[in-house]
């Protein structure tokens, strides 16, 4: 039975697949790449584990939030205020998780990398809002 009145959401089970793949697959292609012309091979380790992974997470905890924004009503108005808010989360969970596990040698890959992820799932939602 459908309902006139229900709002189509953007956020569903396709959607969080079609954010994460990318999240996960580009960062670790384009670090990976970078490390093999680079001779690195610490680097093309990272790329699969401390950058894709961090990324990949950043993106599904950014989606959740987002998702969680959206069916609650906070922040839909203030779209610069709630993005803040996730970007500032997300780098604070992801410290949080370089103090708990004592990844200090990954620190510059793994916020980098939270920072974007979050950022490209921000972006996307905005376009993907303003196209609709």
């Known amino acids: 039975m459908n309902s006139t009145h229900s709002l189509q959401s953007a956020f569903n089970f396709r959607a969080l697949i079609t954010a994460a ?15 093999f012309l680079l001779q690195n091979n610490n680097l093309m380790t990272a790329s699969y584990s401390s950058i894709g992974l961090s990324s990949l997470l950043s993106t599904l905890c950014s989606f959740i939030l987002l998702w969680r924004f959206e069916s609650q009503r906070i922040l839909v108005r203030n779209k610069l205020i ?5 970007i500032v989360l997300m780098m604070g969970l992801g410290t949080l998780c370089i103090w708990l ?27 993907i ?4």
């Open 129 to 132: 809002k303003r196209n609709s």
């Open 101 to 127: 596990f004592n990844w200090q040698h990954e620190r510059f890959n793994i916020l980098l990398s939270i920072f974007l992820g979050a950022t490209i799932l921000i972006i996307r939602d905005l376009v």
């Open 82 to 86: 709630r993005s803040l808010v996730i």
């Open 21 to 35: 793949l990318p999240a996960y697959i580009f960062p670790t292609l384009m670090s990976f790449i970078s490390g």
